[in-house]
Nanobody
Framework: QAQLVESGGGLVTTGDSLRLSCAAS????????MGWFRQAPGKEREFVAA???????YYAPSVKGRFSISRDNAKNTVDLQMNSLKPEDTAVYYC?????????????????????WGQGTQVTVSS
């Protein structure tokens, strides 16, 4: 069983950058597909980005070109670098892990396919 802990959230201004990090426990982290989701007040949880065990990545259209997901299997961490932040990026950001292996991260855009979740970290972007 994996435990996920997010960090790095905060309050920033439009155009700023922020880096979120997710630390995972468990010896099989390197085989997991890791994802980032977000949920704004009154809205459904939405997919942001995913990275497969192969290193393949996949992004939601709303963040492609601005956000970058990466993983360090030696440290059991997955990061989300967020650049050119906008007020609409304001949300609680969640890290998630899927235990089923797939070479392509695009196979994991749906929250129900993930097995483990972190507690979330707040990102607020002021205009």
């Amino acid at each position: 069983q994996a435990q996920l802990v997010e960090s790095g959230g905060g309050l920033v201004t439009t155009g700023d950058s922020l880096r979120l990090s997710c630390a995972a426990s468990g010896s099989t982290f390197s085989s997991y597909t890791m994802g980032w989701f977000r949920q704004a007040p009154g809205k459904e949880r939405e997919f942001v980005a995913a990275i497969a065990w192969s290193g393949n990545t996949y992004y939601a259209p709303s963040v492609k070109g601005r956000f970058s997901i990466s993983r360090d299997n030696a440290k059991n961490t997955v990061d989300l670098q967020m650049n050119s932040l906008k007020p609409e990026d304001t949300a609680v950001y969640y890290c998630a892990a899927a235990t089923a292996r797939h070479i392509y991260a695009s196979a994991y855009p749906t929250a129900t396919t993930y097995d483990y979740w972190g507690q979330g970290t707040q990102v607020t972007v002021s205009s």
